[in-house]
């Protein structure tokens, strides 16, 4: 796993629409087969943060580079439970 050091995680409402880097981490980190494994479906997949949805506003240092990610809570569940295999209760 990539040095990962998670700075600072917020939830704030959206003022306009934006783009989910969560759809874009998901592709990026996962092949066809496992996606349709897990039963995801990438053209169902949330793509955009819409205008008054909380949101994860989060910064991390990755690698000693500083990343800001925003992703909606879909995705954002998606990527704990099968990209890094955290279960939830």
Known sequence: MKDFELLKRTYPVSEF???CDGFVYILDNTTPEQRKEWRIN??????????GEKYIYQVAKVNGVFK????????YAIIRKHIFGFEDE
């Open 17 to 19: 629409d934006r783009n």
């Open 42 to 51: 990438a053209l169902e997949l949330q793509r955009e943060i819409k205008e």
């Open 68 to 75: 800001i990610m925003l992703m909606c809570f879909s995705n």
